[in-house]
């Protein structure tokens, strides 16, 4: 079983509608949730840390479910700058989902 | 933001050669640093994890013989790909994570490696 399993994707979604991707982990004991974005033949790029409260960062808010194990970011109002591979880490050992590819079209 | 500097960016290489990667973080101390490798369209694969002043920690089915990681100070981690093949061709990215802070990771820009 993997460390890390994503959505898959593609999501194609139009400007201005509002997405979601989930994440679930499989070790209890994971102590750190990250959210990065990767754009095309690019590195990684934090876009937020995850918070047990759950955190919000303008149009992004992420939340983390401790109980079922999983965390998710939400996106409102998509721009097509935000077209990119989302990647979930948690940190148990820094383990990479398989990453959510968003589409966002004009 | 921090910064970590991964150099070279792009390298061609003929079968049968040794390559160096080497990642920097250039304005924080690294006690740890992370080496990940990612095929086209797939997502990163941990390959090692790499503390300073002791030997690197291979993911499962990694081979340490193959990648060479050497962790010699606080800001400076190598990986020498040795006696590189057409099927080590991947995108070579390292991290590196703060001495103190948030266990965010700052991320190399990455290495593109092409074995002929």
């Known amino acids: 079983r993997k460390e890390v399993e994503q959505d898959p994707g593609p999501f194609n979604v139009p400007e201005g509608a509002t997405v979601a991707f989930n994440c679930t982990y499989s070790?209890?004991?994971?102590?750190?949730f990250f959210w990065y974005r990767q754009d095309c033949r690019k590195e990684p790029k934090l876009l937020m840390s995850?918070?047990?409260s759950g955190n919000e960062d303008g149009r992004f808010t992420a939340q983390l479910n401790r109980a079922s194990q999983y965390i998710s970011l939400l996106i409102r109002d998509s721009k097509l700058s935000d077209s990119a591979t989302y990647l979930c880490?948690?940190?148990?050992?820094?383990?990479f989902g398989s990453g959510t590819k968003l589409n966002v079209k004009p | 933001g921090a910064v970590v500097s991964q150099h070279p960016s792009w390298v061609i290489c003929k079968s049968g050669t040794s390559v160096k990667i080497e990642c920097r973080s250039l304005?924080?101390?690294?006690?740890?640093m992370f080496w990940y490798r990612q095929f086209p369209k797939q997502s990163l694969m941990l390959m090692a994890t790499?503390?300073?002043?002791?030997?690197?920690?291979?993911e499962q089915g990694v081979e340490k013989d193959k990648f060479l990681i050497n962790h010699a100070s606080l800001t400076l981690s190598t990986l020498t790909v040795t006696s590189a093949h057409p099927e080590d061709s991947s995108f070579y990215i390292c991290?590196?994570?703060?001495?103190?802070?948030?266990?965010?990771?700052?991320f190399g820009a990455g290495t593109r490696l092409s074995v002929l």
């Open positions: 304005d924080f101390q690294a006690t740890t």
């Open positions: 995850v918070y047990s």
């Open positions: 070790n209890s004991a994971s102590q750190s």
């Open positions: 790499s503390n300073e002043g002791s030997k690197a920690t291979y």
């Open positions: 991290s590196a994570a703060a001495l103190e802070g948030k266990n965010i990771q700052y």
């Open positions: 880490v948690v940190k148990h050992e820094f383990y």
